[in-house]
């Protein structure tokens, strides 16, 4: 008569440690605000300058053919791009860039 009498508590112990196991659980995963700049084109000899920062040197792959990307991290928004070349100004646009994006800057 135990036995009979028991069986439905512990159907009961292992329904709650199942149904406990498998709970429904959401949350939001937001991705780092980030935005890249590309520069492709003539970038020999050139220097960039955004948002009236430092100017630092435009690097390329040495081989054309590799699959490389020279990226540069930007706050996502509208952003000045001068590139110069021979102490000249040779791009000088404004541009926006949205989140998780890569402009291409052309330089001529």
């Known amino acids: 008569m135990k036995v009979v009498k028991s069986r439905p508590l512990i159907c009961l112990g292992v329904w709650l440690v199942l149904s406990s196991c498998g ?9 780092a605000d980030k935005a890249y700049l590309k520069f ?34 930007v706050v996502p928004g509208t952003r000045r791009v001068r590139v110069i070349r021979d102490d000249r100004v040779i791009v000088d646009r404004k541009v926006f860039v949205d989140n998780h994006v890569t402009m291409e800057i052309i330089i001529p």
Request: net charge negative; glycine share 12%.
């Open 23 to 31: 709970g429904y659980t959401t949350g939001i995963v937001q991705k």
């Open 40 to 73: 492709v084109g003539n970038t020999n000899s050139t220097y960039a300058m955004i948002d009236d920062g430092d100017l630092f040197p435009i690097l390329v792959p040495d081989d054309p053919g590799s699959n490389t990307d020279y990226l540069f991290e």
